[in-house]
């Protein structure tokens, strides 16, 4: 279940959200990334019947797709500041 959660979420195409709905779903992952890892840390592994590992988990892919795709989308806009300079 959780491989085919962290899978579904790596093949998500970011390109169909806003750079501010991505930074917004960042920080709020970013949130609950540490919610959990607080949990997990005094012994709480399930919350409202799901587990909180795979919580984690898939908060943890989410973070990184997100993160890749905001640094794809700054490095391309670095790309076309340079040729507007440039021409």
Known sequence: MAEQLVKKISETDMTQFTTAELQTDLAACITDIKLC???LA????HYNKSSVGIRLSANTVIQRVIE???????????????????N
């Open 42 to 45: 005094i012994g709480i592994t």
């Open 68 to 86: 890749e795709e905001l640094t794809r989308r700054k490095r391309n806009l670095q790309k076309q500041l340079l040729r507007n300079i440039q």
């Open 37 to 39: 890892k607080k949990a």
